[in-house]
């Protein structure tokens, strides 16, 4: 049995863009949802188009794959291109299974996730990817954010937030204006 998923995100471009080169995926197929924060290289148009590439790669694949085959499947598909950086949750049952390529991080309450973004550019050249997995368990909360904001977010704040109203306070407080910027917050329910 999948569990219950509370999701919301907020994304802005870059001060003085109309365009956002920061994109976010949730889509569930039977028991597995799929969570994900693309963040293409730069800013502005053509990185709007690098990112809705491979959000068009994630809305086509099956989610019965791991999470290494959905990161290798974008990797393919933004081969000619400036590349991106991207952090993939996946929710199956009562587990997530996590992985990422550059600096877009995920960040928890509860649980622990130990997964490490591995080195590199999603489309250009990456090491081998690092999977994390753990199982997870009612009020648990996971954030994934793009480098718009700063890696000193801390979710302690959030605490009596729901997932909207997390979202809306982490890009206020520790967003920067000199980039894109998006945060994912889930939060993991009682059935």
Do not use: W
Request: glycine share 10%.
């Amino acid at each position: 049995m999948a569990v219950k998923l509370a999701i919301a995100h907020r994304t802005r471009p870059k001060e003085g863009e109309l365009e956002n080169g920061d994109g976010v995926m949730v889509r569930q197929e039977r028991a597995r949802t799929l969570c994900a924060v693309v963040d293409a290289l730069g800013h502005g148009p053509v990185a709007a188009r690098v990112t809705s590439e491979a959000l068009r790669c994630l809305a086509q694949v099956d989610l019965s794959q791991d999470v290494a085959s959905l990161i290798g499947a974008m990797h393919l598909a933004l081969r000619h291109g400036r590349g991106a950086a991207v952090m993939v949750a996946l929710f199956d049952g009562h587990t997530v299974h996590c992985g990422g390529v550059g600096n877009v991080e995920l960040r928890t309450r509860g649980t622990r996730v130990p997964v490490i973004p591995t080195p590199g550019i999603l489309g250009q050249t990456h090491r081998a990817l690092r999977v994390a997995s753990a199982s997870l368990l009612p009020g648990d909360r996971l954030a994934l954010f793009s480098d718009g904001l700063s890696s000193r977010l801390e979710l302690d704040d959030t605490r009596n937030l729901a997932p909207d109203a997390a979202s809306a306070l982490l890009l206020e407080r520790y967003g920067r204006n000199t980039d894109d910027a998006t945060v994912m917050v889930v939060d993991v329910e009682t059935p």
